[in-house]
């Protein structure tokens, strides 16, 4: 138990569905993050949110959309996504954004992601 | 950017074996995380490291923030089969918003 849940942790969807993936921190932290995850490949940031503003997109296309409504939740809307967009999706959490010196360290905290299948 | 490498990307040992493993970067890290991952599951942290030349250990696990602040090494002791996994060593990018990870060393733990 991280302290990041995410549900759900398996989704299949065709093309032209839409869903979404939500992920809840219960460790009171500012800080909040999608990653994306393929198969034998780097972890691939996709969005930050400081106090539930974005502060970064990684170049992610439009077919994701995420939604911060407060600092516990975090929503990725997903809509005619590609047979590619299949991959493990992470949230994860930090008290403050990485460049924040904390005198008690800044970590980063992962849910148990969510398998996306793109059929 | 900041960039983390990890040596070795892959590893195969006989159970009990001990294991060791390493994260190096041309930029210096204020801090040194250590993750394992099982299939299909999110990183789990085995060891923060906050302050250089710091040696923390969790069970079997030891971990070392390294004086010239980067690099850090990850030491498991008597491994056994549930030992196996990816492990990640991640650092916050002193210069912009996120953490940066390294690719990652696959353990294979042989009975």
Known sequence: ETGVTQTPRHLVMGMTNKKSLKCEQHLGHNAMYWYKQSAKKPLELMFVYNFKEQTENNSVPSRFSPECPNSSHLFLHLHTLQPEDSALYLCASSQELAGRRLSSGNTIYFGEGSWLTVV | ?111
């Open chain 2, 1 to 111: 950017g900041q960039q983390l490498n990890q040596s070795p990307q892959s590893m195969f040992i006989q159970e009990g074996e001990d294991v060791s493993m390493n994260c190096t970067s041309s930029s210096i890290f204020n801090t040194w995380l250590w993750y394992k991952q099982d299939p299909g599951e999110g990183p789990v942290l085995l060891i923060a490291l906050y302050k250089a030349g710091e040696l923390t250990s969790n069970g079997r696990l030891t971990a070392q923030f390294g004086i010239t602040r980067k690099d850090s090494f990850l030491n498991i002791s008597a491994s056994i089969p549930s030992d196996v996994g990816i492990y990640f060593c991640a650092g916050p990018n002193n210069y912009g918003q996120n953490f940066v990870f390294g690719p990652g060393t696959r353990l294979s733990v042989l009975p």
